[in-house]
């Protein structure tokens, strides 16, 4: 399963600015970034530079480096994830684009957010070290539906 860099970084991001109850804007002005680069930044639709990473980081008071060896271990645990390859009828592609489900040829989510996808609301408890993986991973995930012929 491929994982965008950009996008295990800004769940991550978005993660540590809401556990600590902190708004887009009170972290755009510490970050001093603005607010609309910050939001794309955590809903990974923009790489964010070094720089800008260790702005962002000291605004949210987390070291860069924790930051970097989770979004390392999120990214680790879910290519080690196997999603099934079936073969596709053209009605059940058409229902996979409809409903957001994983498509079973390309094993991606259609609506594009992979780690929200897999891992759904636990991605804020997942803790791997290593090769094993935390309990909130373990968690069963669904096989797309086959469709009767």
Do not use: F, W
């Not at 962002?56 to 860069?64: F, N, Q, S, V």
Request: glycine share 8%; aromatic share 0%; with cysteine.
């Amino acid at each position: 399963m491929t994982v965008l860099l950009r996008e295990a970084i800004g769940d991550r991001l978005r993660h540590a600015r809401t556990n600590k109850r902190r708004t887009l804007r009170d972290i755009s002005r510490a970050a001093k970034v603005s607010l609309g680069y910050l939001s794309e930044v955590e809903r990974g639709q923009k790489e964010a530079s070094s720089e800008l990473l260790a702005s962002i980081c000291e605004a949210l008071e987390l070291p860069l480096a924790e930051l970097l060896s989770n979004v390392a271990a999120d990214i680790s645990a879910l290519e080690s994830v196997d999603v099934p390859t079936m073969p596709e009828t053209a009605e059940g592609e058409g229902r996979a684009r409809k409903t957001g489900e994983p498509s079973a040829a390309t094993g991606r989510l259609d609506s594009g957010r992979l780690i929200d996808g897999v891992i759904g609301n636990d991605l804020p408890d997942l803790r791997v070290s290593g090769q094993r993986v935390g309990p909130s991973l373990r968690t069963t995930i669904r096989a797309p539906k086959m469709v009767a012929a």
